[in-house]
């Protein structure tokens, strides 16, 4: 049996104090035994960072910690709903200035005429005008305060301008303000509630023609599917609002008492008039077969004709987009051939010189 022996002490002894770099060292020492030495700093590292992510994930399941990013979501979270809070804050205070306005100006001569409160409420509520926050339409006693309100600021400023800086634009400013704060406002808002009528006639055809053998058959089915049906096949945002309209009230009313509702908010498109008056003579037993097949055709045409109309715009505007992209080239044409010219004729006048 072959026994090795290592170094001995005596061995050992010959090599203190010894340098490194003698051949002898490298020759006892025993170099894989020194690498795994040195590497023992590598694998404590290793073992304290599996440790610590060990921890870190003990840790997360015992407070029930989703992420690290977590504290960051529930501080994001607060500011979203401080933001709310200082909105709904805000809204409070502008509807609180809202009715303390609209209570002094209707204690004075300023507040509107009594003549004047239903066009104003139907215009108000065809244009969607709301109060801050939108919950409900603003009333006519609203809108007319606040353009008291306005009125009344404009003139204070423009007083200021006519006393301290000039007074020839001070006073034209103040006439406009008077002149102007009982139109503009209104026309504006005449100017939205035209817009949405001439979308609900653009789009009516398509409306009418899923209550039309409805109607014709006299068949049981109730409006209010129909019209929901339609609800999920238009893209018109005012066309939404037209059928949240009817639903409320047939749902509120019935069928029959719905369409004077109906009637009396969209009073100025007829197209939606006449609909209503044919829903009720049917529910009254009225024989409108010809006046169903007639308002059918009166339509269909009257969206042929809207059709053409807009083909024939699209091609006027493709003729006026041809003509201005086509112009410049031709210009730029005859001022070549005018310099060729003019350069042929100087050649020709250089050789008669000669």
Not at 212 to 235: C, M
Request: hydrophobic share 45%; glycine share 6%; net charge positive.
């Amino acid at each position: 049996m072959k026994v090795e022996y290592g170094t001995g002490g005596g061995e050992i002894l010959q090599y203190i104090g010894k340098s490194p770099d003698s051949e002898n060292w490298y020759q006892t020492l025993n170099k894989d035994a020194m690498r795994q030495l040195a590497m023992i700093p590598y694998v404590k590292g290793i073992i304290i960072c599996l440790a610590i992510v060990l921890a870190t994930i003990v840790i997360f399941k015992i407070f029930s910690i989703r992420s690290i990013t977590h504290g960051k979501a529930i501080n994001n979270e607060l500011k979203y709903l401080s933001a709310v809070k200082k909105k709904e804050d805000q809204v409070l205070q502008a509807n609180k200035f809202m009715k303390s306005t609209t209570s002094i100006v209707e204690h004075t001569n300023l507040r509107l005429a009594k003549s004047y409160v239903d066009y104003w409420t139907y215009n108000l509520e065809r244009a969607n005008i709301r109060i801050p926050g939108g919950s409900r339409v603003m009333t006519a006693q609203e809108f007319n305060a606040l353009i008291r309100f306005f009125e009344a600021v404009i003139a204070i400023a423009s007083l200021l301008i006519l006393i301290f800086l000039n007074a020839p634009a001070g006073f034209l400013l103040l006439i406009m303000d008077i002149l102007f704060s009982n139109t503009l406002p209104m026309m504006f808002i005449r100017a939205s509630v035209k817009d949405k009528d001439s979308e609900i006639v653009r789009n009516f055809a398509d409306f009418y023609l899923m209550l039309h053998y409805v109607l014709l058959t006299s068949a049981s089915t109730p409006l209010s599917g129909v019209i929901k049906s339609y609800d999920k096949t238009t893209e018109s945002t005012e066309m939404h609002r037209f059928v949240d309209c009817c639903i409320h009230y047939i749902d509120t009313y019935g069928e029959y008492d719905a369409t004077k509702y109906i009637s009396r908010q969209y009073r100025e498109v007829p197209q939606v008039t006449k609909l209503m008056r044919l829903i009720r003579q049917a529910n009254e037993g009225g024989d409108i077969r010809e006046e169903l097949i007639g308002f059918r055709n009166q339509l269909l045409e009257a969206r042929a004709a809207e059709m053409e109309k807009r083909m024939n715009k699209m091609v006027a505007k493709a003729q006026r987009s041809f003509s201005f992209t086509l112009t410049p080239v031709l210009f730029q044409a005859i001022i070549s051939a005018m310099m060729v010219y003019i350069g042929d004729l100087g050649m020709v006048k250089g050789l008669l010189n000669t």
